[in-house]
Every structure is written in structure tokens, then in C-alpha cells.
């Protein structure tokens, strides 16, 4: 692929080229950004650079957990968000999650740029009580670590849940304890506000780890 | 012992990766220039290689006993990856034959700039043979234990625009007679140059027969967590364990992300005892930050058997030697049977003093 000019861009482009993929291998999971047109370009931009956030995070975060390669695959399609969008897409595929990222902002300031999040899991839903989460993110640089965090444990999160259902009793449980393990210290550094929005998440995670024994038998 | 290092380590800037004389390097980092607008990437990058790099040692100082940690190489290139991702660095460290690969992006979030760097281990045989793998030994049997990880991520580094600015203006870094942060000297020549030492905000640095000071622009916090834990890592891996226990403590104890600081908290335990003393303590901390890690409980087993094999006395070695088995236990569903960690753990034990009990269950 031939080098990107503006790396802001390359993710965005290749989300939207990945239309026409050919076949998939089996370890590819799929994550779908579903986001209406942004009204401005200011938010845009923010949309832009939470896009490139989730993605760049997220490609070598199941790497690091997996014991064999898998891949996380973006598509982002720009179009509304009607009540039924978020499932659909993410029946299309083997999916992690969809989510419906709207982008507002005042154009006077970048640092106005807020991405509110519906993110549908389906059945990976695992512990949660109901398959919807709903969460905000302000795009400002000293709100990075918490909305790449906040991002990464979801990841994290439905992939554990996918791995736990292939698991068969007695069968170990580390391949689906090790993302789990991580997205609980990535819990720790998140902000006040995210925690609070993650909250049913973060519940869920402390239980799975609980069920499958991650921390040792007594 | 900064002062010596030039003469056993090399630090070069390549806009090539061919043509390096590897024969005298043991442990070899790569720093390919960070992805980013125009030349704040190559910058961050370039500073922050100068920082790991004078930060190596290849003995302690005093040396009573006459170590020598062999050198350590510090290459970067000018050259961005074409895509900033674990595979393609991988893919330039492999095609450089470089052990470790530095990289990393900064790029606009809303009104400033995030820097994100990566460590990953691009060679693990190398890294393995060398002092990554840590190894102990009871009459003829070995037990291994490599990183917690294959790829650190660090804490992002929020760059405001004035310091963005900073860096973008640096198209020539001046070269200075004495600690300035600016000056009329030379430009630094950033095909060839050798940092020498750093000290506070200031590298010396040599280029062709003159000498130097660079100023270096602070980034942030975590700026220091990037140097120290590569820093731990190499020394680390070059057996020089009392850098490295000292080092990954300073990232544990540092504001860094929950992640790499509870990695580095596991390897400075694991220095401890690799250095002869009982890194056991500082194991079970880390167990009690975070209980569902199945590798610190790999790294105190062996460390309670490390320390237990150094007991003179039966009873206390048969004490060490049954609690690693009561934490092996507690752990045991984690494990597949035919991993061969377990095995060699059991028959290590077995050799130890412990008796079999039901198929693979070994009691002490």
C-alpha cells in the first residue's frame, strides 16, 4: 500500500476501501463505526481523530492477548442511525461491536469536539445485563488516555466474551482470563466521568473474572 | 558510568538499515522515526533515542567484581515506517536485525498533540539467549520464563502547542559551547553524531572532532517513563539486573498507565532475585495488584524456588518450595496439561523434595 501523505487520513481511507474486502481469515473480528455526517469541520476533524484513536489502539491490542494472530477490522460508514442500524451491521460479520458515533462541536473550538457513543454488542454481551452501552467523549488532549482506555476495554471486554463461549466445562480458562486481566487494569486509569459511563461494563468484567476463576481457586 | 560507555556502545543515526558492523552488539534497539506532521515525529524520536541511549552502561561502577554487560546499540533512522503499526516495525527491526524496536506516532487530538510510543521485542531468540529468558536450573533441569509481554505500550505523551512548536522549529538543533537552549553554534548533523552524556535537559554530543551541548525540550512525564523502561529493558536483558531493578522500579512508582507500570513492578521483582537477592515481596505486591495475572504467579513459583534452592537449611528450603506449590495449586486450572512449563515444573519439584500424587499433581 503506498504511503500516506496525511496519517490523520489513512485509517479513514482504508475503512472506507475495505467496502470490497475479500474473504476474510477465520481470526479477523470486526468492529463497525456507524456515524451520521458531521456538521462541521471542526467535528470532522474530531471524528477523525477518535477514528484513528480506536483504531490504531485497538490493531495490536488483541495481538498482544492472543495466542494466535488475530486482526480487528474497521469499517466506518457514514449514514443515520435509525433503530435497528447497529444491529444489522453487526450481524454482517463476526463482530466485536457496532457503534453509533455522532460528532458535535462548536466551531469556535476544537477542544468542544464530543463524540457521543451507542455501542451495540450483540451476543457478546457476557455479564451485561443488556447488549447497549452508552458513553461520551470530549476530543481534548488531556482527555486521550481516558477515551483510548475507555475504547480499549471494550475491545478487550468482547473479545474475552467471544473466547468464553467457545470455552467447554473444565476446559482453562486463561485465553478468555488474559484480555479480561488487562481490560481491568486499563479500568484503573480511566477518568471519573468515563468510569461512571462504563460502569454496567466495568461490573461485568469484575464478574467474569470472578466465574472463570481468573484470580486462582481457593 | 556514563563517561566509558562510548567505548563499548555505538550509536548511530542510519537513514539506511544496511551496512551496521553487528558483531560486537548484544542487545540492539532500533528507533525508526515517529510518524507525524511534518518534523515533529523525526524529533520526538530523535530525542528520545539520544536519552535511552546515554543511559546505558556496560558496568556498574564501582566494579569489585569485574562485570561486563557487553554493549548495547542504540540505531534510528530518519526513515517513518510506512504505516505506524506493530507489524510494520516489527518488519523493519526483522529486516535490520535489530532486537527491539522503539516507534510510535504523534498526531493532532483536538487543540494539541498525543505522542503514543511502543517497545516490542522484535527478536526473541536473540532476546531469549540473551538475558530475556530467565532461567533457573536444579540438577540438570531448567525452568523458563520469558517477558510478560512481546509489545510495552506507553503512556501517551500530551504535547501542548508550545512545546509542539518547539519541536516543529527544530529543523537545525544547534550545538552549543555550554548549556543553552539556544545558541549560534553548528547545526547538529543528523547523519552522523555520538551522544555522549546526558545531563538534566542536555546531551553532549560529539560530531566529527567538535563536542557539544544539545538541548533536549522536555515532552512530558512520560517522556521519562519511555527512557527508563527501555532503559530497564535492555539492561535487563544484557544481565545487568541492578540497572534494571532500579529502573522498572522508577516507572512503578512513576504516574505512568496502570499496564506498564504493573509490568515494570513484575521485572523489577524478577531483577531482584535474578541479582541474588529475594525479589519475592516485591512479586507478591505485584500478585496483589492484580490477582487474575497468570504470569506473576510463573515469576513468584520461581522466585520462591530461586530463593528456596539458596537455603542452606532442609526445613526452610521444604518451607519455600511448598508455598510456590500452594500458589501453583490455587492456579493450576489456568494451565493446559501439556504446557511445558508445567512439566518442567513438576519435575523440578519432584527433584526438589516433593512427591507425585495423582497424575500431574505434585505435593510437597
Known amino acids: 500500500m503506498r504511503r500516506c501523505v496525511y496519517r490523520l487520513l489513512c485509517p479513514i481511507l482504508l475503512i472506507f476501501s475495505a467496502g470490497h474486502v475479500t474473504a476474510d481469515p477465520a481470526d479477523n473480528r470486526y468492529v463497525f463505526i456507524i456515524s451520521p455526517k458531521p456538521p462541521s469541520d471542526i467535528a470532522k476533524q474530531g471524528l477523525d481523530a477518535w477514528v484513528l484513536m480506536l483504531s490504531n489502539n485497538s490493531r495490536s491490542l488483541l495481538q498482544d492477548v492472543a495466542n494466535r494472530p488475530v486482526s480487528v477490522v474497521f469499517r466506518l460508514h457514514e449514514g443515520l442511525l435509525e433503530n435497528d442500524t447497529l444491529e444489522s451491521w453487526w450481524k454482517t460479520q463476526r463482530s466485536l461491536f457496532a457503534v453509533g458515533a455522532v460528532a458535535v462541536s462548536n466551531n469556535e473550538d476544537k477542544d468542544s469536539t464530543y463524540i457521543d457513543s451507542d455501542v451495540f454488542l450483540g451476543d457478546l454481551k457476557g455479564d451485561l445485563e443488556r447488549p447497549y452501552l452508552h458513553f461520551g467523549q470530549a476530543i481534548r488532549p488531556n482527555g486521550y488516555q481516558s477515551s483510548r482506555d475507555a475504547l480499549a476495554i471494550l475491545t478487550l471486554y468482547t473479545y474475552s466474551v467471544d473466547l468464553t463461549k467457545g470455552l467447554k466445562a473444565g476446559d482453562n480458562p486463561h485465553a478468555a482470563c488474559l484480555p479480561l486481566q488487562k481490560a481491568n487494569l486499563y479500568e484503573r486509569d480511566l477518568d471519573a466521568a468515563t468510569a461512571a459511563g462504563l460502569k454496567p461494563l466495568l461490573t461485568a468484567i469484575r464478574s467474569g473474572l470472578d466465574r472463570l476463576a481468573c484470580g486462582g481457586k481457593p | ?364
Not at chain 2, 544496511?18 to 532500533?30: E, F, K, M, S
Open chain 2, 1 to 364: 558510568m556514563r563517561s566509558i560507555m562510548p567505548l563499548l556502545t555505538t550509536f548511530s543515526l542510519l537513514t539506511t538499515l544496511v551496512a551496521v558492523d553487528l558483531a560486537h552488539a548484544d542487545v540492539r534497539l532500533l528507533v525508526p522515526a515517529f510518524d507525524g506532521p511534518s518534523s515533529l515525529g523525526e524529533n520526538v524520536s530523535t530525542f528520545l533515542a539520544m536519552q535511552i541511549w546515554t543511559g546505558l552502561r556496560s558496568h556498574p561502577t564501582p566494579n569489585p567484581l569485574g562485570l561486563d554487560f557487553g554493549s548495547g546499540e542504540v540505531d534510528w533512522s530518519r526513515d517513518a515506517l510506512a504505516e505506524p503499526t506493530e507489524e510494520y516495525a516489527l518488519a523493519a527491526a526483522h529486516s535490520a536485525k535489530r532486537d527491539l524496536v522503539l516507534w510510535g506516532s504523534a498526531f493532532r487530538f483536538g487543540s494539541g498533540v498525543v505522542v503514543q510510543a511502543y517497545l516490542s521485542v522484535a527478536d526473541e531468540t536473540s532476546i531469549s539467549n540473551s538475558g530475556g529468558k530467565w532461567s533457573i536450573k536444579n540438577e540438570g533441569l531448567d525452568l523458563d520464563l520469558f517477558l510478560p509481554d512481546r509489545n510495552f505500550s506507553f503512556s501517551p505523551m500530551i504535547l501542548p502547542d508550545t512545546v509542539t512548536r518547539k519541536y516543529l522549529e527544530l529543523e537545525k538543533i544547534p550545538l552549543c559551547t555550554s548549556k543553552e537552549k539556544s545558541c549560534e553554534g553548528p547545526p547538529l548533523n543528523r547523519i552522523s553524531f555520538k551522544a555522549l552524556v546526558q545531563e538534566g535537559d542536555y546531551a553532549l554530543i560529539q560530531q566529527n572532532n567538535a563536542k557539544g551541548w544539545v538541548y533536549i525540550p522536555n515532552l512530558s512525564e512520560a517522556r521519562g517513563e519511555v527512557v527508563n523502561f527501555s532503559n530497564a529493558l535492555i539492561a535487563y536483558v544484557r544481565g545487568d539486573f541492578q540497572q534494571s531493578e532500579r529502573r522498572f522500579s522508577q516507572v512503578a512508582s512513576s504516574a505512568a498507565d496502570s499496564q506498564i507500570r504493573f509490568d515494570a513492578l513484575v521485572l523489577a521483582g524478577i531483577s531482584q532475585t535474578r541479582l541474588g537477592n529475594d525479589g519475592t515481596s516485591v512479586l507478591r505486591k505485584a500478585l496483589e495488584i492484580n490477582p487474575y495475572s497468570r504470569y506473576v504467579v510463573q515469576a513468584l513459583i520461581m522466585s520462591d524456588l530461586t530463593v528456596a534452592l539458596r537455603r542452606s537449611s532442609h526445613y526452610e528450603r521444604a518451607e519455600a518450595i511448598a508455598d510456590a506449590a500452594r500458589l501453583f495449586r490455587s492456579y493450576r486450572h489456568l494451565f493446559d496439561a501439556n504446557e511445558v512449563w508445567i512439566d518442567s515444573l513438576s519435575n523440578f519439584m519432584l527433584r526438589s523434595g516433593c512427591s507425585r500424587t495423582s497424575g500431574p499433581q505434585v505435593s510437597c
